[in-house]
C-alpha cells in the first residue's frame, strides 16, 4: 500500500509546482494584515476637545488661534501627571447670551463649573479621517472603538470552527473560493457602511470569512509540500503577513480615509476568486475522501511541472495520516501530561494574541508620529522568522520558546518605566518586546501540533487556538480601558502574562528529533515508546534501500 507522503516524494517534495503555488497562496497574508492590525489607522483618534458653537464662530470672526479658543472651551485637568486640556469636559457657559470680546485674556473661568461635551467634539485631524471622528467615538463612547477589534476576532473563532469543518467536509479548494467571495462582500458592505452598528455587523461577518479562508490556505499549502518542508513553508507563508504589516503604514500615509483604505484591503480578494483554477485541491483531502483517482491526477499534474516521473503502484494509495474518528474533546484533558500540554498551550496562545494585538494598537495611542512608529515596529517583525529557522533545528523548540515570551514580557515591563525624555530608547526595547512576541506567535503555531497525537492533533490545534481569537477579543479592551488609568499601564500587564507564559513553556517536553506521536500513550509514556519507533524507522530505511538496489 502507497502512502501519498511516498509518492510526494518522487513527484518532488517542493518543485516547481509547489513553489508556484506556495508564492501564489502567500499573497493572501499581505491583506490579511491590514485586516487584523488596520485598526490602528481606521480607528485613529486624533487630539479632541469640545465643540462650542458660538466660541468656533467667534474664533473664526476674531482669527483666534486654536489654544485661545479651547482655553475658553475646556478645562486644563491632570493627566498622568502632565496639564492637558480636558477632552470630554467643558465649562458650562452659555456663549450665546455671554458678550465676548475678541481680547479674552482678562476672562477668568477658574470657579466656573464644568459638564460634559453638549454640542460633540472637534479634532485635530492631523490628515486622517478615520471611523472615531465619524461617528464622535470619544469619552462615554470610547468602548465602541474597542468593539471593532473585537467583532472581527469574534468573526475569527467562529470562522476557524466554521470552515475547519467545512473544509474537512466538502474539499480545500471550495472552502477557500466562498471565503473569498464572502471577503468581497463583508468588505464592500464595510467600507459603505451608514452606522456604526452595520459596521460591526460587517466587521464580524469579514472576520469569519477572511480567518477561515486563511487558514484554509496554509493548511492546503502543507498538505501538497513534502514532510521536511511543512515547517518551513508555514513559518515563510506567517512571514507575509509581517510583509503586509511593514506594507499598511505606506498606504495609509497615502489613503487617509478609513472607507477607501478598507477597500484597499478588500480589492486583493476580488483578484483571489482567479485562484479558483490556478490552485488545485489538495490531493491528501482527496484521498481521505476515497477519490484516489483525482488525487493520482493531480500528482502526475504535479510530477510533470516539476519534471520527475511517478514510478509507484498506485492502486492502494492511503493518505498516511490514520484514522481520526474517535477523536474526542476529553482526550486533551483526561490525562495528566496530556492535560498539562491543553492548558499550558492555551494560555500561549491567549498571550501571544493578547500581548501581539495589544503592541501593535499601543502604536496608536502613544503619542507619536503613527506611520514612522508603525514602520520601525513592523520591521523588527522580519528577524523573527529567521531567527526561529536558525535555532528550532540546532537548540530545540522549548528554550527558543520560552525565551521569546519572556523577553517579550521583561522589554514590555522595561518600556513602562523609561521616561518619554528617552524616546529612542524606549522605543529600541519595545520594538524587542514586538520581535520576542512575534516569534512565540509563530512557534506555538508548530509546536501545538508536535505535541499531540496523529488522530487528534487537527482537534488539538483547532481547540487550543480558540484561546487566540479570546485573547484578541480582551486585548483592546485591556489596551484602551487601561491606557485611561494610566499610559504605560498595559505595558505591565502584557510583560507579566508573557513572562508567565515563558515560564510554563519550560514545562513542556523538547520535541526536536522525537518522531511526532500516534497515540496517547506515548505523550504519557515517551521513553517506553522511543526504541521501537527507532526500530521502525530503521525497517523502513533497509526496505526502500533494498527496493532502491532492485
Known sequence: MTTFDELLEEAGSFGRYQRRVFILLCFV????????????????????????????????????????????????????????????????????????????????LSGVPLTACQDGWEYQYEGRKSFVTEFNLVCSDGWLVDMYQSTLNVGFLIGSFTFGF???????????????????????????????ISILV???????????????????????????????VGILYQMFFSVGVLILPLLAYFITDWRWLQVTFTVPYILFLSYYWFIPESPRWLISQNRCSKALEITEAMAKENQK???????????????????????????PKMRKHTLILMFNWFTSAVVYQGLIMRVGIAGGNVYIDFLISGLVEFPAAFLILSTIERVGRRLPFATANIVAGASCIIAAFIPDSLFWLKTAVACIGRLGI?????????????????????????????????????????????????????????????????????????????????????IEFPNRQNQSKVENHQMKNLLKADQTAE
Open 29 to 108: 497574508s499581505l491583506p490579511f494584515a491590514g485586516v487584523y492590525v488596520g485598526i490602528v489607522f481606521q480607528g485613529f483618534t486624533p487630539d479632541h476637545w469640545c465643540w462650542v458653537p458660538a466660541v468656533v464662530e467667534r474664533r473664526q470672526a476674531c482669527t483666534w488661534s486654536l489654544d485661545d479658543s479651547r482655553r475658553l472651551t475646556v478645562p486644563l485637568v491632570n493627566g498622568s501627571g502632565v496639564l492637558q486640556y480636558s477632552t470630554c469636559e467643558q465649562y458650562e457657559v452659555d456663549w450665546n447670551t455671554t458678550m465676548l470680546d475678541c481680547d479674552t485674556q482678562e476672562l477668568d
Open 202 to 232: 460587517s466587521r464580524t461577518i469579514f472576520g469569519f470569512s477572511i480567518k477561515g479562508g486563511w487558514m484554509t490556505s496554509y493548511v492546503l499549502l502543507t498538505e501538497i509540500v513534502g514532510v521536511k518542508y511543512r515547517r518551513t
Open 166 to 196: 467545512f473544509a474537512d467536509r466538502f474539499g480545500r479548494q471550495i472552502s477557500f473560493l466562498i471565503s473569498n467571495i464572502l471577503n468581497v462582500i463583508a468588505g464592500i458592505a464595510l467600507a459603505a457602511s451608514p452606522n456604526y
Open 438 to 522: 512575534t516569534m512565540a506567535f509563530e512557534m506555538v503555531v508548530f509546536v501545538n501540533t508536535e505535541l499531540y497525537p496523529t488522530y487528534i492533533r487537527n482537534l488539538a490545534v483547532s481547540v487550543c487556538s480558540t484561546l487566540c481569537d479570546v485573547g484578541g477579543i480582551v486585548s483592546s479592551f485591556l489596551l484602551y480601558r487601561l491606557a485611561v488609568i494610566w499610559l504605560e499601564l498595559p505595558l505591565i500587564i502584557f510583560g507579566a502574562v508573557a513572562v508567565i507564559a515563558g515560564g510554563l513553556v519550560l514545562l513542556l517536553p523538547e520535541t526536536k528529533g522525537v518522531p511526532l506521536p500516534e497515540t496517547i500513550d506515548d
Open 309 to 335: 516521473k511517478l514510478s509507484k503502484i498506485t492502486e492502494a494509495l492511503t493518505d498516511g495520516e490514520g484514522e481520526s474518528a474517535s477523536a474526542s474533546l476529553l482526550d486533551l484533558i483526561r490525562t
